[in-house]
């Protein structure tokens, strides 16, 4: 497995380039990133690629006999990091395109994307680099991040010239990305590869239950207005909720309680929810019904409830014919048939698939741990993950062959 082992390698190699000494913390346009830029851009020029930055700071290798004529697939990830992040996050899929299109004789043309932001960690806002690939760039270039800076003038200063061409070429066919699954699945499984049908839909919400607050001491037990008790109530009843519901995930990440003194009734909360589907319809069902639940419980307390709606993001389905492909190449690398599995969270995948058809491949995660240090992966997954994408890739080629032959006789 010298190939799986040179992927592990690279992406360890790259979790050394880091904004803060000891740790791998790699946020949008860093000098950090300049410095993976440099080395990933060697690794595809070896590759044979013709490697470009595109407008956004994405790095494109595209093989020698992609032309206007050719269909292209396309491949990658993303190349920045969370803050205190582990080595294969997004890193691992760009290394093992690389790696799957080094070998001779590649049967089709491909473009090796790295997606230049994709976490949201400095702009607060994910997926910047797929964003402007799939044509809506401009609308980000006024973002700014805590110093002030917009992406614009990080872009300038960066070095990116803002007049490169960004978009995705008109032969781009489809788009496969390889990324750990950054969860448990897989590995109770006993999996190594899992292929994405979906990418789960998100609502976020925030809550600001209000109360009052009042003396720990002289306030009697029925005559409180406990914001606190309520949401906690309520923390436990989306819980509940969720469990009942298949696939259903539903998070309450963030409380906060004020005035926050252990001699005082807390009178305020504010509290977030975080609920995801594949299904939208059972996404939009449940947030409504939590909100109810919310309602009523903090009502029996003589607490109000107010809600705000922070994002609502539909659920996006992968391709049909890739994640065929996908399974029967996995099949043929693995000795059986991958489990199907939808995305709990978020990947360029989903935004490229806007534009091209579009598929994941998973990789296990040992421990199912993903954005910290000890995020790892087994050799011998890498090894079928890049199989697998070298089955997709001659897959592609057989496919497009005919097409070709009749291009070249019309
Ligand atoms: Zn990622």
């Known amino acids: 497995m010298p190939g799986a082992r040179r992927v592990i390698e690279r992406c360890r190699e790259l979790a050394t380039f880091t904004e803060v000494a000891g740790e791998t913390t790699r946020p949008f346009l860093c000098e950090s990133a300049r410095a993976v830029q440099g080395l990933v851009r060697q690794w595809m020029e070896s590759a044979g690629l013709e490697v470009r930055l595109d407008g956004m700071g994405n790095l494109r290798g595209v093989s020698a006999r992609a032309d206007a004529s050719t269909t292209r697939l396309l491949l990658g990830s993303h190349l920045d990091t969370v803050p205190r992040a582990g080595a294969f996050d997004g890193v691992l899929g760009v290394v093992l395109a690389i790696e799957a299109v080094a070998a001779d004789g590649l049967p089709i043309a491909v473009e090796v994307i790295g997606f230049s932001e994709e976490e949201g960690v400095r702009f607060r806002r994910p997926f910047l680099g797929s964003l402007a690939a799939v044509g809506r760039g401009a609308e980000l270039h006024g973002l700014r991040d805590a110093a002030g800076e917009t992406v614009a003038e990080a872009l300038r200063s960066f070095g990116v010239d803002a007049g490169a061409e960004t978009g995705l070429a008109p032969?781009?066919?489809?788009?496969?990305?390889?990324?750990?699954?950054?969860?448990?699945?897989?590995?109770?499984?006993?999996?190594?590869?899992?292929?994405?049908?979906?990418?789960?839909?998100?609502?976020?919400?925030?809550?600001?239950?209000?109360?009052?607050?009042?003396?720990?001491?002289?306030?009697?037990?029925?005559?409180?207005?406990?914001?606190?008790?309520?949401?906690?109530?309520?923390?436990?009843?989306?819980?509940?909720?969720?469990?009942?519901?298949?696939?259903?995930?539903?998070?309450?990440?963030?409380?906060?309680?004020?005035?926050?003194?252990?001699?005082?009734?807390?009178?305020?909360?504010?509290?977030?929810?975080?609920?995801?589907?594949?299904?939208?319809?059972?996404?939009?069902?449940?947030?409504?019904?939590?909100?109810?639940r919310a309602q009523t419980t903090a009502e029996r307390r003589g607490v109000a409830v107010e809600v705000r709606v922070e994002l609502a993001q539909a659920a996006v389905a992968m391709d049909a014919e890739?994640?065929?492909?996908?399974?029967?190449?996995?099949?043929?690398?693995?000795?059986?048939?991958?489990?199907?599995?939808?995305?709990?969270?978020?990947?360029?995948?989903?935004?490229?698939?806007?534009?091209?058809?579009?598929?994941?491949?998973?990789?296990?995660?040992?421990?199912?741990?993903?954005?910290?240090?000890?995020?790892?992966?087994?050799?011998?997954?890498?090894?079928?993950?890049?199989?697998?994408?070298?089955?997709?890739?001659r897959m592609f080629g057989e496919r497009s062959t005919p097409e070709r032959t009749e291009a070249a006789h019309a």
Do not use: C, K
């Open 171 to 292: 032969e781009a066919a489809a788009y496969v990305e390889v990324h750990i699954e950054q969860g448990p699945v897989l590995e109770s499984l006993d999996r190594p590869l899992g292929v994405v049908e979906a990418i789960a839909g998100q609502s976020r919400y925030t809550l600001r239950f209000v109360g009052q607050s009042n003396h720990a001491g002289t306030t009697p037990m029925h005559l409180r207005r406990d914001a606190l008790a309520a949401a906690a109530a309520w923390l436990v009843a989306v819980e509940g909720y969720a469990r009942s519901e298949e696939g259903l995930v539903a998070t309450v990440g963030r409380v906060e309680a004020r005035p926050g003194a252990s001699n005082i009734i807390p009178g305020e909360v504010t509290a977030t929810l975080d609920v995801r589907h594949r299904d939208d319809a059972v996404r939009e069902r449940a947030g409504q019904e939590l909100l109810t």
């Open 322 to 393: 890739l994640v065929g492909m996908l399974t029967s190449a996995a099949a043929e690398a693995t000795g059986s048939t991958p489990p199907r599995m939808t995305s709990g969270a978020g990947h360029d995948a989903m935004i490229v698939a806007g534009r091209v058809p579009s598929a994941m491949l998973f990789v296990r995660s040992p421990g199912g741990l993903s954005h910290h240090p000890d995020e790892t992966v087994r050799t011998e997954d890498v090894a079928a993950a890049l199989m697998t994408l070298r089955g997709v890739l």
